[in-house]
């Protein structure tokens, strides 16, 4: 039987369809076997709101698990020790005194800033329990093997430099094989973190101090930090932002960490014909391609595109929906994929614009038919991570603001008069002059 070469939508634009890729992403990413339950039981916007949902069936997809695998928890390091260099960026040093994980899971991520000194006390939420049956005594040991990581990045950072076909198959195994926390975020998020990711120490036990397992709508407490890694996904951004700024007390931090939604590949590991395929098509659209091209998966997909925020922010969005919520951003990272592989999405924006760049400037074109906002820059980052900072709208900034602004530094002068203090004081200036 003769393939069809275009998808024709409703408004009549005709989309090529590309077979060499169709082939490649399901060899990559493979086809549902069907709908995932966390997206039919715990995704409020596929089943209809935080409180349409089923809690008691949620149930079963709480866990029991006490340990997770290295590659899981090294999976969850690099995240955290992501969040702890941005806040280090922005000049934050102190330790908060509560904090609140939205959308925990394990709640690895909560009990590491926890354990990095980060808060005093550590709350988290999940709407089912995988997180009260974790082992925090093994999380330590655990934690004390991403230094076993640090010597394989080495080798690894070595044998990068082969071309493939002088690698021996040991070396390959090591460079391809292996996700250490500094690779796992080079190869998906162009991001080559410092090797103190390896040695970073936790000061104290990885303990959680209170898991709430619940509906964050529900809560009615303060917090100097709250955190959603991976998880602001699953609400309606405005919902979310109104509540976390209610929970924020006045001058708290905020971290968003999400995917993007307009990257080539979507979240939910949806693929098919061409890239940006859920985001150029209509609701009705992509429902009409998958009758077409995948019965068998066309449930599990309609569920996995339904359970991200259906108003698909751009970071523009969220920046501007945060601050309408007094929630002002002070750091802000969209990394860009380190290359054009990737196992969830099969080819990266980055990859297709190596490529072939047409594909992505007419799924652009495509796409602005309906949200002519878009623009080349939100096709490419994977993720984007920001630190926002609650302020009063209403705020005016004082002289002692500006006082503080400035830090005692500016005013302040050595002049020692120990000859020893005085030789070392010459010596600093001739090493900053370089004089
Ligand atoms: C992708 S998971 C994030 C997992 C975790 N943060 C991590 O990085 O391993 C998103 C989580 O958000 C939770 N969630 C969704 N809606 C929620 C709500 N209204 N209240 C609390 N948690 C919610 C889901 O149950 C799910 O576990």
Sequence with gaps: MKKDEVFTTSDGRKIPLNYDFYDYAKDVIGLPKGVSQDFELAASNTTGGADAMDYEKAKVLGSSKARLSNAAYAARWSPTYLFKTLLEGAGIHQSFKTMLDIGCGYALQPRMIKALGITEHCTAIDLYDRASMIDEDYLRRQHGRMRWYGLIDKLQERIIRKPFEKMSNLERAILYKINTPRRSMRTPRGYLSSREIFRTPLKQKAHLDEL?????????????????????????????????????????????????????????RIFGHFPFLTQRLSKEDFKRYLEQYFPDQTEAWEKAYEFFDPTHPTLHDYVDCATKHGMYPISQFSPVAGSGFSHKYAVTTRGWLEMEPHAVESALADIRKTRPDIRYSDLLPLTHHVLFRKVSPDRKATKADFAKLKGPFHDFHYRPTNPVMKKLRSLAIKLNSGK
């Design 212 to 268: 709430i397992i619940g509906n964050v709508y529900d809560v009615d407490r303060r917090f100097e930090l709250i955190t959603a890694f991976s998880s602001a996904e699953w609400f309606k951004m405005d919902e979310l932002f109104a509540k976390v700024s209610d929970m924020l007390e006045d001058g708290g931090v905020f971290y968003l960490f999400v995917a993007n939604y307009w990257h080539a590949g979507t979240a939910g």
